[in-house]
């Protein structure tokens, strides 16, 4: 049964950068089948898209978050990261890392989420 | 930019049916997904491109998609169907971008 987990630091201070990595369990990172994916939500609102990454480290984001945001994938380790600069308060949320079938079916496994707070 | 809209809250009695409507301009010419989320966890993927189930997901859990509206239809609705639902469109028209509706909770009376 695929797993994926999120980690990372659970308090950013503004202005600074949020990190996170998801690890995914099967090694299926390195698979043509597959692209990996990050949402957020922030507390008590809805779903937002952040970005979504290709094995060979073809990356594609959402245009309102282009600008502060970087993904990479480590094949060897079975791992995809997610950097978003220059935090505010606004993006204090809960972030999940995702499968996303390249057949475009939507995100079909989800890491169960972690939470990171932006504060001074 | 597009906008995919679905009403804030829906509410039904146990036994019927709810109906979780997903509006956008010429929807139907796209591919809707629609995900279950419960307090606390992660989203459930429910329905894939307009009405396929995943594996696992109860045949109560049904899609449509014509013209204008998507819709996630949950028949013989139970308790634990209680939750807020998410659409979610790939937007074509951009290279690789994915759009969520506002999100629906459903409340059984």
Redesign the interface.
Known sequence: HLQLQESGPGLVKPSETLSLTCTVSDGSVRSSSYYWGWIRQPPGKGLEWIGSIYYTGNTFYNPSLKSRVTMSVDTSKSQFSLKVKSVTAADTAVYYCAREPSSSDGFDYWGQGTLVTVSS | SYVLTQPPSVSVAPGQTARITCGGNNIGIK?V?W?Q?KPG?????VV??DS?R?SGIPERFSGSNSRNTATLSISMVEAGDEADY?C?M?DSS??????????TKLTVL
């Open positions: 591919s997904h995900y989320q966890q992660a989203p459930v993927l894939h491109d396929d995943p998410y979610q790939w951009s290279d690789h971008y994915w759009m969520f509706g506002g999100g």
